[in-house]
């Protein structure tokens, strides 16, 4: 009776921890809820892109850029990579054209990244003041969860020196190192995949 006693509290636990999504529905659109860190007792909503979100994202995207990728770049080239100054009509067009999946924590944006029906993964975005709390894993597991639905089996991404580590973590590996211009400054980033086999 204890040994018995015993499995159901451990699977108790494991229920208490599982990272699978709750599914609800934002009108006729389907949002994803998924469990955080442990400590945090927190959800991570994931629901699709609506225009009226673009200012957001240009703000995750900047300011991630900024503070974030200055780690592994020069000030000169976040600059050139996220300018001051940009042309909100084209970030619209930008983000229209790539449909993201837009992360919320308690209603505030927190992240965003999409999948394309070709397995790349154009944006991948974490609020720089929300680093390490496992947006960017709940991201993942729903661009994994969206590519097996669409039959994807090659994932794979323009990867930047600061997250490389991470895609590493999710089974990326690097393809080729590249040397890529944006306005007057060369950055290094990384083509790097992801191959499911078959029976994943």
């Not at 006693?5 to 599982?18: C, D, G, L, M, V």
């Not at 955080?36 to 909503?45: D, G, I, S, V």
């Not at 200012?55 to 080239?77: C, G, K, M």
């Not at 029906?117 to 729903?142: E, K, P």
Request: hydrophobic share 40%; glycine share 4%; proline share 4%.
């Amino acid at each position: 009776m204890a040994r018995s006693r015993r499995k159901k509290r451990h699977r108790n636990k494991q229920a208490t921890h599982s990272r699978k999504p709750v599914i609800a529905r934002l009108g006729r659109a389907p949002i994803f809820l998924y469990p955080l860190n442990k400590e945090k007792q927190a959800l991570c909503t994931i629901r699709p892109y609506k225009e009226s979100d673009a200012s957001a994202l240009w703000a995750i995207y900047f300011h991630t850029v900024r503070h974030i990728n200055i780690r592994d770049y020069s000030q000169a080239q976040v600059e050139a990579w996220a300018p001051q100054s940009f042309d909100l009509a084209v970030w619209r067009q930008k983000m229209s054209e790539i449909s993201p999946f837009v992360a919320e924590i308690d209603d505030q944006i927190v992240g965003y990244a999409d999948l394309q029906l070709s397995g790349l993964i154009d944006h991948f975005f974490c609020h720089h003041q929300y680093q390490g709390q496992g947006i960017g894993r709940a991201l993942m597991a729903h661009i994994f969860a969206v590519g097996r639905s669409q039959g994807v089996r090659r994932y794979y991404s323009h990867v930047s020196i600061t997250a490389r580590p991470f895609f590493e973590r999710f089974g990326f590996k690097v393809v080729t190192t590249q040397q890529v211009e944006v306005r007057g400054q060369t950055l290094t980033n990384f083509v790097m995949e992801k191959i499911e086999s078959i029976d994943e």
